[in-house]
């Protein structure tokens, strides 16, 4: 298994551009969420899906859109980028009932916005 | 809302010091309690959580942590340090209603002293 994946790893985006950060996990998770994570405030969650085509906005939706149209993809768009969205992006996913709760988490997506 | 706080947001001790990171949090509902170790330039980790049952929860590399409701705290202990246990380790918390829901704390960054 490769977990959850994430790609690209680093970028750098002009005000203004838009972009896809990509998530895909292969556990056959049904929950998936993209945190955003800025020193000093740790993660904080943006959007999260328990389940394809379901999807909710968690603490600092604004500025992002996502949908869920597979179990194994999660992709966040940045709609018009601003520099208030530099910042390390995670994406996790885990099984949405159950016992375990553990949240997997992928590598992170460094992104600039210049 | 649910709330965490990691006093102490960077924390030294010498190789086999005890390791002591502090979490307090604050909840309406019972918790669910996470501590998740971030290496440089990779994902989160879970290290150990507590969910019901025994307040004195082990995880792995040699980490525990013991619920105390009464003070509404969540400390992470390892009795002897280690130079691979540098890292920053996040305190989070969520309930059973949206388990997978994580507020997580600022994080605290462990160097370990030769």
């Known amino acids: 298994n490769a977990g959850v994946t994430q790609t690209p790893k680093f970028q750098v985006l002009k005000t203004g551009q838009s972009m896809t950060l990509q998530c895909a996990q292969d556990?056959?998770?049904?929950?998936m969420s993209w945190y955003r994570q800025d020193p000093g405030m740790g993660l904080r969650l943006i959007h999260y899906?328990?389940?394809?085509?379901?999807?909710d906005q968690g603490e600092v939706p604004n500025g992002y859109n996502v949908s869920r149209s597979t179990t194994e993809d999660f992709p966040l768009r940045l709609l018009s980028a601003a520099p208030s969205q530099t910042s390390v992006y995670f994406c996790?996913?885990?099984?949405?009932?159950?016992?375990?709760?553990?949240?997997?988490f992928g590598p992170g997506t460094r992104l600039t916005v210049t | 809302a649910q709330s965490v706080t990691q006093l102490g947001s960077h924390v030294s001790v010498s190789e086999g010091a005890l390791v002591l990171l502090r979490c307090n949090y604050s909840?309406?509902?019972?918790?669910?309690l996470f501590w998740y170790v971030q290496y440089p330039n990779q994902g989160l980790q879970l290290l150990l959580k507590?969910?019901?049952?025994?307040?004195l929860v082990k995880g792995i590399n040699g980490f525990e942590a013991e619920f105390k409701k009464s003070e509404t705290s969540f400390h992470l202990t390892k009795p002897s340090a280690h130079m691979s246990d540098a890292a920053e380790y996040f305190c989070?918390?969520?309930?059973?209603?949206?388990?997978?829901?994580?507020?997580f704390g600022q994080g605290t960054r462990l160097t370990i002293n030769p």
């Open positions: 507590y969910t019901t049952g025994a307040t």
């Open positions: 996790a996913s885990s099984y949405s009932s159950g016992f375990s709760y553990e949240q997997y």
């Open positions: 899906s328990v389940g394809a085509g379901i999807t």
């Open positions: 989070a918390v969520s309930d059973l209603q949206g388990a997978q829901k994580l507020v």
């Open positions: 909840s309406s509902v019972p918790p669910y």
């Open positions: 556990m056959n998770h049904e929950y």
